[in-house]
């Protein structure tokens, strides 16, 4: 069984803070939404939508292509279903 480290509640945080985990380090941040966001949490999310924006670069080798595939998984295996399809769909609209 998978464990889910990155919920729905870590993405409406995200969103709340424009996308930017590191505005929560700022004094007007809410103490709540601090302590609801792990450094895990944040490496995770932040890696993932890394790895996706990285596959839409076409001069990648296979070999690369395949490794961040796979890294994907294993990441998808945190993230909450509806969270990963919503980033997946952001990603893919965003401009090259």
Same mark, same amino acid.
Request: net charge negative; charged share 40%.
């Given at each position: 069984?998978?464990?889910?480290? &990155? $919920?729905?509640?870590?993405?409406? !945080?995200?969103n709340k803070y424009d996308g930017d985990?590191?505005? #929560?380090?700022? @004094? ?8 609801? &966001? $792990?450094?895990?949490?944040?490496? !995770? ?9 990285? #596959?839409?670069? @076409? ?29 997946? @769909? ?7």
């Amino acid at each position: 069984m998978k464990e889910i480290i &990155v $919920t729905k509640v870590i993405f409406d !945080i995200y969103n709340k803070y424009d996308g930017d985990f590191g505005l #929560l380090d700022e @004094r007007w941040a809410s103490e709540g939404d601090r302590r609801k &966001v $792990t450094l895990q949490q944040t490496m !995770i999310f932040s890696e993932y939508m890394d790895k996706l924006r990285w #596959l839409k670069v @076409r001069a990648i080798s296979a070999e690369l292509r395949a490794a961040m595939e796979a890294r994907l998984m294993e990441l998808e295996d945190c993230i909450e279903n509806e969270v990963a399809e919503e980033v997946r @769909r952001r990603v893919q609209q965003e401009s090259p």
